[in-house]
């Protein structure tokens, strides 16, 4: 008999703003793969395909994709004119309006389990263990400490937090940097916390590159291209990247580097790029997904990861497997799983542009790091990833009995 779990989600590809809906596809699939039946549950009707697991949707009133997009990297976001205030004034009303559905939909079917991913469904996991009676397992993607880069977390989101990893019987984090924070911030006891890394589908890079590749045109004017790829914000380190490209292009001055991702750090690296005289040499690409996105990677000739508080990082696994040598910061769960990359403190910007200047410089480097990273990452799947899922699970399961 499969394990059948109800799982409760934000969002899933295409409709995603980040990380977290990948990281809740690719597991998935995995799980189903290995014999477990899933009902999925997004808090809006999207035209999403997944035929390896059952979707269901919430249909939150008032709310519509894409006109407007609840988006788990932000925090009591106000509602845009035209959504009935009644129905939900800020994000974290409609965090409980989801919850309050799950319990209709908990009830609709039988389950060994719950399991909800990040803040944004721990109501919803609670509510929905609660009326079934099944154990809780929540699954911590990021913290508000990452989210706001340990300047001021929003006291709201963190009880919410806390208060699920509290009712849950496990605590899954995608990283033991990300335990250490449950284990000293949120007092969650170490023996119930289990790190299961995330993982990356190395064929989707494999695709080769065409002549629609956008960076061909700078590649063939012999300049050598960095990118950087995720939300423009105080957490993701940009402004970091921004000052040692400074430095880098002081001693490489053929390397452009390109920012893929939007954020609202957006205008202000903009006005920073300029101030430094920079505007020859950086790029916005704005946010890129699908084939365009892995073109960029597999075209890059060095991929930076400056993250300020980074839980896992699936980017630095997407630039790796797409054959794209990486710099990653210390302050990463990727760092954990990844040994063929190079490490810097994000706040250390000499070595960065060190490093970086090293990787364009020195073909031996490049070619080592692309080839080891690589065959090393292929090992990093989410078929691993949904091994120790389960495993999770049974021990859940075990102590029910």
């Not at 397992?137 to 929003?154: C, F, K, P």
Request: proline fraction near 5%; charged fraction near 20%; charge should be neutral.
């Amino acid at each position: 008999m499969p394990l059948k779990v109800l799982m409760f989600g934000w969002e899933l590809p295409p409709y995603n703003s980040g990380g977290l809906g990948t990281a809740c596809y690719g597991l998935t699939e995995a799980l189903a793969n290995q014999n477990v039946e899933i009902t999925f549950v997004l808090p809006q009707r999207v035209n999403v395909k997944a035929d390896f697991m059952k979707l269901v949707f919430a249909d939150l009133e008032g709310f519509s994709w894409p006109d407007f997009q609840l988006n788990p990297y932000d925090t009591l976001k106000l509602l845009p004119p035209g959504v009935n205030p009644e129905l939900a004034r800020d994000l974290v009303a409609a965090v409980h309006l989801y919850a309050k559905r799950a319990a209709a939909i908990a009830k609709k079917g039988k389950f060994d389990l719950i399991h909800s991913h990040d803040w944004l469904c721990f109501p919803a996991g609670v509510v929905a263990s609660d009326v079934s009676d099944r154990p809780l397992i929540t699954h911590v993607h990021a913290t508000e400490l990452d989210r706001s880069g340990g300047n001021g977390t929003n006291p709201v989101v963190y009880a919410v937090e806390k208060h699920g990893m509290d009712k849950s019987s496990a605590v899954i984090a995608v990283s033991q940097f990300t335990k250490n924070l449950l284990n000293t911030y949120y007092q969650i006891h170490p023996e119930k916390v289990d790190v299961v890394h995330n993982g990356v589908n190395t064929a989707d890079f494999d695709i080769p590159v065409d002549d629609a590749n956008p960076l061909q045109t700078l590649k063939d004017a012999g300049f050598k291209v960095v990118l950087f790829v995720g939300r423009l914000t105080l957490q993701k380190g940009p402004d970091y990247l921004l000052k040692a490209a400074k430095r880098t292009l002081e001693y490489f001055p053929n390397a452009v580097f390109l920012f893929v991702g939007s954020g609202d750090m957006e205008s202000q690296l903009i006005n920073q790029t300029i101030q430094m005289g920079l505007s020859d040499r950086v790029m916005f690409a704005g946010f890129l997904r699908g084939k365009l996105l892995t073109q960029t990677f597999r075209s890059a000739d060095l991929f930076i990861m400056p993250s300020v508080s980074e839980p896992f990082g699936i980017t630095a696994l997407e630039s790796v497997a797409a054959g794209t040598p990486a710099i990653i910061s210390k302050q990463s769960g990727a760092s954990e799983a990844l040994g063929h990359v190079l490490k810097v403190d994000f706040w250390d910007v000499e070595e960065m542009a060190n490093q970086i200047i090293s990787v364009l410089n020195y073909p031996s480097l490049h070619t080592a790091l692309k080839v080891n990273g690589k065959a090393e990452v292929k090992k990093i799947s989410w078929s691993a990833a949904a091994s120790k899922t389960i495993d999770v699970y049974k021990k859940v399961l075990s102590r029910k009995k």
